[in-house]
């Protein structure tokens, strides 16, 4: 199937904003939950359902089966900051000055409140917050330091995760400022895995708004370098030669089981049949962890298809016919 990523969620918020209610009924019953799982730097063939065959993604899989798989499903920008302004926005990120990766801390001199989401752009999570929903942005934001660009103040009920791009999966006592895992602006303890960590967070979440509607933004750093596997997971992948190869499939197992975490919470609170469950990447590959794009010319940071072409998974049991490609 054939279809843009940043221009479907561009038009749910801007129905959001004229007319969500026609969309899905008048009743509050009927709008569903929306829950968008964005993995960073995968590779276009690196899961189940895009063909890839050295390691497994079963969660992904099953929801591919019973969903739609969009094969050129494509993000507005070959890297992180400017593909989630895009996407948060449901406009080009040039419109309002975000076409460049922010820097992984600001230089010196540099005023950091000058490198963020505009304060002009509303955000995806804003358009649902008039709705009624109550929203979430868990994992990475990437979209500025400064209080002004924070997720607690650009749409985002809560916010439980990291500002800046990229982080160790591993605990550490120090970290770049940006780096460190925050609940609304209270530094967390470092948990023993990040992706299992925010699995779990967005079980709870749904566990806490299982009887109210709510919109659920789970951006994942994996698989993001640095290349941390879990020890049990690398030794699941032992077959594997490559090194990086191998930690990129430990890493894709724990994010792959984070997935299966929070469909499975959605089935078991009872709310799976009217919630939107949509999974891609941000962009393209990256060149760092060994990722595959499978016949697309490129990678993450070029303008070929490898750098902006990514999987797309969409499934609303409730809402239209699965097992779509």
């Known amino acids: 199937m054939r279809n843009l990523v940043w221009m479907y969620f561009g038009t749910a918020w801007m129905l959001g904003i004229g007319g969500w209610e026609k969309s899905f009924g008048e009743k509050e019953g009927k709008k569903p939950n929306i829950v968008i799982i964005l993995s960073d730097d995968a590779g276009y063939g690196d899961f189940g359902f895009m063909g890839n065959g050295d390691f497994k993604t079963p969660a992904l899989d099953q929801l591919a089966k019973g969903g739609v798989v969009f094969r050129q499903a494509y993000v507005t920008a070959s890297v992180c900051s400017p593909s989630r302004a895009g996407f948060l926005s449901g ?43 109550r929203t979430i942005c868990l994992g990475k934001w990437h979209l500025g330091y400064a209080k002004k660009y924070h997720p607690n103040v650009r749409g985002f009920d809560e916010f439980v995760g990291l500002l800046a791009g990229h982080r160790s999966y591993f605990p550490k006592e120090k970290h770049p400022r940006g780096h460190g895992l925050e609940r ?12 299992d960590f925010l699995g779990e967070e967005a079980v709870r979440f749904i566990e806490r708004n299982k009887k109210r509607k709510f919109f659920m933004y789970l951006s994942l750093t994996a698989v993001h370098g640095p290349m941390h596997g879990k020890e049990g997971d690398l030794k699941t992948y032992g077959q594997i030669e490559n090194k990086r190869r191998r930690t990129l499939a430990a890493m894709t197992k ?8 929070v469909v499975g919470k959605l089935k078991e609170v009872g709310v799976y049949e009217n919630t939107l469950v949509v999974f891609f990447n941000d962009n393209g590959g990256a060149g760092g962890n060994a990722s595959r794009n499978g016949k697309l010319r490129g990678r993450k940071g070029d303008h070929f298809e490898g750098g902006i072409r990514v999987p797309m998974v969409m499934r609303w049991p409730g809402g239209f016919k699965g097992g779509v490609k």
Do not use: C, I, W
Not at 115 to 132: D, P, Q
Not at 254 to 261: H, I, L, Q, T
């Open 91 to 133: 406009r080009y990120q040039q419109r309002f000055g975000h076409e460049m990766n922010l820097p992984p801390k600001p230089l010196k001199g540099d005023d950091p409140k000058l490198f963020g989401l505009a304060e002009e752009v509303e955000t995806l999570g804003g358009a649902m917050k008039r709705l009624g929903y």
């Open 184 to 195: 609304n602006g209270k530094v967390l303890k470092d948990p023993a895995y990040v992706t």
């Open 254 to 261: 724990s994010m792959d089981e984070a997935v299966g975490k």
